[in-house]
């Protein structure tokens, strides 16, 4: 089985670069240069002296004790919520940005849903002194207050999308028309491995730094460089590629991937696309979706802002289909319960997203001496009103 990209932009049945005419030449041209770029000494150096020096890389691999003994393994937690804007997308946005910049484009669009993408796209755009558009819902402008305010801070215009439901997919589709609009000088900075082809493998590979960082440390911890299972939660899928992307190929590393169960995935209130969804084309790609029998794409319902996309990127969706992974639907509640259960047994209070991928720890059957690696793909400072809303309900 080959769990890699092939020419033609597929992993398995999925992926392709279903793209307008007018952006032909412009993909393609990524298409062209991508590999080439980040395989350069140039790019390569600079952008590891960013990921040491600006990010805070590597994160740390933390052995957890106590959530170690509760769940009978021996757990350790990839920090990425340690890094520079608290989160692993920050990894991604500063490699596109360099390789923007190796293309002699001059100006940057984003499309955001929660904000997080379009606060590290922000970030980048601030430090590499480039104009930055980053398209947003209005619904999710409403929703996501603090992060639109510090992408305006970071000197990004934040364009409220007012078509369609007005949230992420209305936010992407309107990026895709700019991009066809100004694709000579222009570079899209798309937030996960979903997208059209070269999009998906250039962000695993820029993530990919997280499962490179864990086979040293898991080396210098334990003696051996893999783990029995790798864990992590899946939006579009990035935290989770870089996540698995150096064990794909290595069978005997088992591979848990937690997608949004919302309320439950025998409701219309979920955003579990690996399980609910159908195979159809969404943003140039083909992938599971969330869509009514014509194709009308569902929206996607999550108590994590950064888990409800109504797809799934093709890499997650190959390695579900064939088997690869374990897809875990984790419902809001089981979610919220994980984040405090971290937050009282470790002393870190989780991103939501991350704290699906927690929830299903309780689902999983280890053997004591089971090496498992979670990452953590960010912090729940943005999380805190929900979290204490959930607290007083519970009355905890
Ligand atoms: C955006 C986000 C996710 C989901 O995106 P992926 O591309 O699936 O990783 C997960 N965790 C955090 C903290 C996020 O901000």
Request: hydrophobic residues 35%; proline residues 4%; charged residues 20%.
């Amino acid at each position: 089985m080959n769990y890699q990209v092939d020419n033609n932009g597929f992993y398995g049945e999925y992926g392709g670069a279903y793209i307008p005419e007018i952006l032909y030449q412009t993909v393609n041209s990524l298409r062209e240069q991508y590999l080439p770029i980040i395989e350069s000494e140039a790019f390569k150096q600079e952008f590891h002296e960013l990921l040491r020096d600006y990010v805070g890389r590597p994160s740390p691999l933390y052995f957890a004790r106590r959530m170690s003994e509760r769940y009978g393994c021996q757990l350790y937690l990839k920090r990425e919520d340690l890094n520079h804007t608290g989160a692993h997308k920050i990894n991604n946005a500063l490699g596109q940005i360099l390789i923007a910049r190796h293309m002699g484009k001059t100006r940057i669009i984003a499309e955001t849903g929660a904000g997080q993408h379009g606060v590290a796209t922000a970030t980048a755009c601030a430090l590499m002194n480039m104009p930055c558009t980053v398209y947003m819902g209005a619904v999710d402008i409403e929703r996501q207050r603090p992060n639109v305010e510090r992408m305006r801070m970071l000197g990004a215009k934040v364009e409220s999308v007012e078509s369609g439901n007005m949230t992420l997919k209305d936010a992407t589709s309107e990026a895709i028309r700019d991009w066809c609009s100004h694709p000579a000088d222009t570079f899209y900075i798309i937030g996960s491995t979903v997208g059209p082809h070269p999009y998906p493998d250039l962000v695993a590979r820029l993530q990919s730094v997280i499962s490179e960082e864990i086979r040293w440390q898991l080396k210098e911890k334990i003696g051996r460089d893999y783990p029995d299972y790798l864990m992590a939660c899946v939006g579009g899928g990035s935290n989770a590629a870089g996540t698995v992307y150096h064990y794909l190929d290595d069978e005997s590393v088992g591979i848990i991937l937690a997608e949004a169960g919302g309320l439950g995935i025998d409701t219309d209130k979920t955003a579990a696309s690996m399980e609910v969804g159908t195979t159809g084309i969404l943003h140039g790609s083909r992938i599971k979706l969330m869509q009514t029998e014509d194709g009308q794409i569902v929206e996607p319902y999550s108590i994590s802002a950064g888990l409800d996309y109504p797809g799934t990127g093709p890499l997650h969706c190959h390695l579900y289909a064939s088997k690869r992974a374990q897809v875990v639907a984790v419902n809001d509640v089981e979610a919220l319960a994980a984040a405090y259960e971290l937050t009282r047994t470790e002393g870190i209070i989780p991103a939501l997203e991350s704290a699906h991928v927690l929830g299903a720890l309780p689902k999983m059957q280890f053997r004591p001496e089971d090496v498992v690696v979670l990452t953590v793909s960010g912090r729940g400072d943005k999380d805190l009103d929900t979290y204490l809303r959930f607290l007083r309900k519970a009355g905890k």
